[in-house]
T-cell receptor, first 111, second 117 residues
Framework: QKEVEQDPGPLSVPEGAIVSLNCTYS??????FMWYRQYSRKGPELLMY????GNKEDGRFTAQVDKSSKYISLFIRDSQPSDSATYLC???????????FGKGTKLTVNP | GAVVSQHPSRVICKSGTSVKIECRSL??????MFWYRQFPKQSLMLMAT?????????EQGVEKDKFLINHASLTLSTLTVTSAHPEDSSFYIC?????????????FGSGTQLSVL
């Protein structure tokens, strides 16, 4: 079993839809959870960062962490064509520098 | 604006040649730089961690003699793919940690697409 599992998609939605992206993981020692957005052939950029369980909201984006289920989610409200990108989840153990990434989910928001 | 400048963005080379990729830290003294590799539809995989003034730390399975890392100054880290072969074709990205929490403040370069013919 891989440490981090993420459905690669692709996922295609109409503009304005609510998007749900998810990752599961197997390592219970992960404490920090991140979502990165990566446009085609560019470096990823940090979208959301969450420590331990709970929700975090930033504008149209909401990140959720459920450590009991080893499951994290990113919700995008009122999705826009500019949200079209690959979204990677990443996580790391406390005190470690080594992020473990999911494969990424390719999202297309159609106008 | 960009925090980490990575060059070149794309390289096409013949098998057996060496390719150097540079990452420059802008407006910051970077003592550490992470180097990742990303194959199509695969996860970003950490290859090595470069440390200014000391030897790089390589992840298991990464050939030290093939992927030479140099971090001679606080603003420049380089990755040299020596004697490149087609199987080395991939997207290489550097990432610089900033701030007290490495996990929170990781800034990526724009990546280098290497194609070995």
């Amino acid at each position: 079993q891989k440490e981090v599992e993420q459905d690669p998609g692709p996922l295609s939605v109409p503009e304005g839809a609510i998007v749900s992206l998810n990752c599961t993981y197997s390592n219970s020692a992960f404490q920090y959870f991140m979502w990165y957005r990566q446009y085609s052939r560019k470096g990823p950029e940090l979208l959301m960062y969450t420590y331990s369980s709970g929700n975090k909201e930033d504008g149209r984006f909401t990140a959720q962490v459920d450590k009991s289920s080893k499951y994290i989610s990113l919700f995008i409200r009122d999705s826009q064509p500019s949200d079209s990108a690959t979204y990677l989840c990443a996580m790391v153990q406390g005190g470690s520098e080594k992020l473990v990434f999911g494969k990424g989910t390719k999202l297309t928001v159609n106008p | 604006g960009a925090v980490v400048s990575q060059h070149p963005s794309r390289v096409i080379c013949k098998s057996g040649t060496s390719v150097k990729i540079e990452c420059r830290s802008l407006d910051f003294q970077a003592t550490t730089m992470f180097w990742y590799r990303q194959f199509p539809k695969q996860s970003l995989m950490l290859m090595a961690t470069s440390n200014e003034g000391s030897k790089a730390t390589y992840e298991q399975g990464v050939e030290k003699d093939k992927f030479l890392i140099n971090h001679a100054s606080l603003t420049l880290s380089t990755l040299t793919v020596t004697s490149a072969h087609p199987e080395d074709s991939s997207f290489y990205i550097c990432a610089e940690p900033r701030g007290a929490m490495y996990e929170e403040k990781l800034f990526f370069g724009s990546g280098t697409q290497l194609s070995v013919l």
